[in-house]
Each structure stands twice: as C-alpha cells, then as structure tokens.
C-alpha cells in the first residue's frame, strides 16, 4: 500500500524539501483542509545565512538547525518523512522515493534548493569545498584550523611551513562572508594561541572574475565591502579569471598561488529534481515557472527557492532566503483560493533588501524596507545581526545564538574550534617535499622568519597575484 492511501480523505500537498521555501509553506498550510507530507533527505531544517559562522567556528551546527519534526510538531494536519525522491510521474501525480515508497499528491510544491557549481569542473569539488551543507561547514572549519595546527607542527619539527595561504573564489556574499572571517580567525581570536608561528602573517585571498565583488549590489556598498576588506588584510583581486585549481594551488590569471586551503564560493546550480519534471529549464537547471510559480501545464506542481526561475520586472528573482519564504508562504494562498473556488492571486516578490557582514562588526546592507538606504559599518552590522536572530526558527536557536555573539565578540575567543576527522589537507605534504627540493633547510627556515618565531612573510609566498 502506498503512503498516499493512508489518509484519502483531504487533497494531499506533498512538499519536497525542507528548507526556507519548503518550511514556510507547510506552516503556512497549517489551518487548511489538506494533508501536510513533508519530504526531506535530512532530518533538519538549516539556517544557511549563518553556515558560513559554523564553518569559521563562532556556532555550532545546533545553534542554526532545527528538527523538522520538532518545528511540526504541533501541526495536526503534517506529517515528516526523512527520504529522498528519485522519480516524479506527473501523469500520474506520483514521486517515488529513495526507499521504494510511492507517495501521490494533488499538489507537489518542489523547493530543494541548489547545489554548488564547478562550471564543468567536477575534479576541483574535492580541493575546494563549498558551503551549502552542515557537513560543508564542519569541513571548512576542519581545513582552515588544521592548516595552523600543521603549519605549528613543521615549524617545530623543521623550523619552516609552507606559506599559510587561504583562497576563496568568488566574491558573492558567502565568499566576502567567508574571507572576512578567516581573516578575523587569523588576526583576532588566534594571534595568543601558537608559539612557533604568527597566524596574523597568514594571507587571505578573494577572488573574482568579475569587475567587483557583491556584483548584485549598489555599486557604492561593493566599494565600502572591498574597503573593509582590505582593512582586515584581505587581499581583494577582481577580474581574476581561475583556470585551475590543484592539492595546495590556484591558478588564475596564468600565475600559480600556493594554497594551503582553497574554498569555493563561486557558483551554483539548481537540484537535479527539478529535471524530472520534463519541464523547460534554464542553464542553471531552474525550472522556468510563471507568476503562479507553476511550470508550463502543470498547475498542481509548484516550484519554489533556488529551483525556480520567476521573473519580476523583466530580472530574474535571486536565490536567497527572501523570495524562498515568500514563494513559500504564497503556496497556501493558491491552494486556499483553489479550495474556495476562487481565481489564485499571482505571486509578486516583495524586496525588502540584501545585507552581507565583513567580518567583526562591519556590514553592508542594500535596504529597501521599511526605508531605502545603503548602510555600511557597525550600524549596518547590528542591523544584521538582528534581523538573523528574528528569522532563526526555535527560541533555543535564537538565545544560543546571541550568547554567543556576545562571548565571541567581547572575549575574543571561539567556543566550537573543533577539529575533527582527517589530519590531513590537500597538497601540504606535496608543498613540504617541492620546498624541500628547490631550498635548503637553513633557507627555507630564513624565510620562515624563525628568528622571531613568526610565520613565513608576504614576501616569502611563492606565485602571488598582485594586489589589486
């Protein structure tokens, strides 16, 4: 017997997915007549505009994630299923699950988001992560922490490291986000930690094949985003064309970077659920849907987040979080006109502004309700900071949160600097033995600096770009 006769008697809404757009819709389906099936190949919710802090050790994955159940529990008409859909009929308004359950719907809402984006470059995924996941975030942090903890341990052993270079490509708001927060990790809250090397020699690089980072915003807040990047150390390089990336290297522009960590934050593309549905799709695999966020000839199938592309004004509405919970929220209203036997209101994306942080207490915010201004700064960051803390489900989340902010940011040290798994990073061991082929031990610990105990200087950086 398949799931969906469990309980025949209301229209069934299945939805995919349980991120902004999927969690949204079903709580906004709360007090309608239907049947809530919530699908998710994880068990919890995930606040991703906090990752990139799960990642840089200031939270732990608990403090921005939330059990699905624990969020529906007390919805009557919900129910939870951890599974993964591999197959849509939309002829026979059936999805078939990972473990062989069938499950039928009269409205299937789709909202898994995307994934990361290698342009056709698969094999650098491995060197370089992104961040889309908790198991990213806990990735990211195991890579950056440990390349101190090895570059610590080859100076005692041999009095030289490998340079302590941290790449990020791409200059969206992850990857400011990310570079920002590596350079905090090395200037601030790790400078007292190592007695053989200086984390604050370290170089954090951004890079960008466009003219300038945050290219979706005002072009005033992208200059204030690379000003304050740079007064954190961040070496800022725009249309900076990456043709390569290796275990512990970079190569853009034609000249090759040492890279004891390499992240990516460049690219991304749509879930490949939304391919089955035989619908057109763009180049990004989202699916093309119209003002009812539909896909062409099929009203009972909605597309929401990341996997949809929707058209307002002649531009594409972006991937993030707002337009997601909105898209999510206008789901119960179609399904609620559709129950009344009313016409369903076209869905209309309401701007309410874009804010990225730059490290310790410094933001830019493109805001647009209920006021328009362009902010920058530390008011701009508390503005951020609070509108986080409000849209984090589970009041749990929202305190754990805010403690620690508040440790982190008067203490100056970080409670989740966890190292865990492999003891290894890509292309440090390779580094170490090319070093040692093409320099002298005394030489190599010359340009370490061990004299002072300090990391290797700019200057002993092999391959660098020059600074922008």
């Known amino acids: 017997m398949g799931l969906a006769e469990a309980q025949p008697s209301r229209p069934r809404v299945v939805i995919v997915g349980g991120g902004f757009a999927g969690i949204h819709a079903a709580r906004a389906l709360a007090r309608l007549d239907v049947n809530v099936t919530v699908i998710d190949r994880r068990n919890h919710h995930l606040f991703q505009p906090l990752l990139y802090q799960v990642a840089l050790a200031v939270l732990s994955p608990a403090d921005i994630a939330e059990p ?25 308004r059936q999805i078939t699950l990972a473990s062989g359950a069938r499950v039928t719907y009269d409205y299937l809402a789709l909202a898994t988001g995307a994934s990361h984006s290698y342009f056709g470059h698969e094999d650098w995924a491995p060197l370089a992560p992104g961040l889309k996941t908790v198991e990213d975030a806990t990735e990211i942090r195991r890579r950056v922490l440990l390349a101190f903890e090895l570059a610590e341990r080859q100076m005692v052993e041999h009095g030289w490291h490998p340079p302590l270079n941290f790449v990020v490509i791409g200059g969206g708001p992850t990857g400011v986000e990310l570079a920002g927060a590596i350079s905090d990790i090395a200037q601030l809250y790790m400078r007292h ?21 945050l290219a979706a915003y005002p072009e005033d807040l992208s200059a204030k985003a690379e000003a304050a990047l ?17 275990p512990g290297w970079v190569e853009a522009n034609g000249q090759r970077i040492d890279a004891a960590v390499t992240l ?45 592309h929707f058209e307002q004004d002649g531009r594409q509405v972006p991937g993030v979080a707002q337009p997601a919970m909105q898209m999510g929220d206008h789901v119960a209203k179609m399904i609620a006109a559709d129950l009344a036997g009313k016409i369903r209101p076209a869905f209309r994306y309401f701007d309410k ?34 509108v986080h803390i409000f849209f984090l489900i589970g ?23 966890l190292i865990t ?25 010359e340009s370490a600096g061990t004299a002072n105990g300090a990391a290797p200087t700019r200057a002993a950086a092999s391959g660098s770009l020059q600074r922008s």
């Open 230 to 246: 740079k007064r954190l150390n961040v070496e800022v390089h725009t249309k900076a064309q990456v043709t390569g990336v290796g």
């Open 193 to 213: 930690d190592f007695r053989h090397i200086d984390p604050t020699k370290a170089r954090v690089l951004l890079l960008d094949g466009g003219h300038r980072i």
């Open 264 to 308: 990516w934050a460049a690219g991304v593309q749509a879930s490949s659920l939304g391919r089955m549905l035989g619908a057109p799709v763009d180049h990004r695999g989202c699916v093309m849907v119209d003002d009812r966020l539909n896909p062409p000839g099929l009203p009972e199938v909605f597309v929401l987040g990341d996997l949809a």
């Open 395 to 417: 009041f749990r989340n929202r305190v754990s949160v805010f403690a620690a902010w508040i440790w982190t940011y008067f203490t100056f040290t970080r409670g989740a600097r």
């Open 353 to 386: 502004g874009d804010m990225a942080t730059i490290g310790r207490m410094d933001a830019v915010a493109d805001v647009k309700w209920p006021f328009k201004a362009h902010m920058s700064g530390l008011f701009a960051w508390v503005t951020w900071l609070t």
């Open 421 to 445: 798994g492999d003891q290894r990073l890509p292309g440090w061991q390779e580094q170490i033995a090319t070093k040692k082929a093409t320099g002298s031990e005394s030489e190599l610990a």
């Open 68 to 92: 699905i159940r624990s969020i529906l529990r007390h919805q009557s008409n919900a129910e939870v299923l951890m599974d993964e859909v591999v197959g849509i009929d939309v002829g026979m």
